[in-house]
């Protein structure tokens, strides 16, 4: 499942990603921004809703109205009303008070 890759439009190229090297996705207006385990970082014109359709629930959870994790390369989590995760890259994203049962069941399993 790891190795699967995706793709996306990024302006006027097309880029596939390695599911694996995703390491969050950012909200940014109707774009989206990616971010990959090597620290670059490509703005896609789909939206963040087009990549949690597209990205295996399994994998991938929505912490926030702006932010999906790849559950895999977090290195911690925060405790706080709604808390907040810190991922490998040293980037803490919020966690949404009513998206932390969800997020919480998906990193359990």
Do not use: Q, W
Not at 90 to 107: D, H, M, N, P, T
Request: net charge positive.
């Amino acid at each position: 499942m790891e190795n699967k890759r995706l793709f996306s439009l990024i302006t006027e190229d097309s880029i596939f990603f390695k599911l694996n090297d995703i390491c969050y996705c950012i909200a940014d207006g109707p774009y989206t921004e990616v971010h990959l385990v090597n620290t670059k970082t490509f703005i896609s014109s789909k939206n963040l809703k087009e990549f949690e359709d597209m990205l295996p629930k399994e994998l991938f959870c929505r912490i926030h109205h702006g932010h999906i994790i790849h559950i895999n390369h977090i290195a911690k989590i925060l405790k706080g009303k709604g808390g907040s995760v810190l991922m490998k890259d040293g980037k803490e994203l919020e966690i949404a008070v009513r998206r932390k049962e969800s997020f919480l069941k998906v990193i359990a399993k």
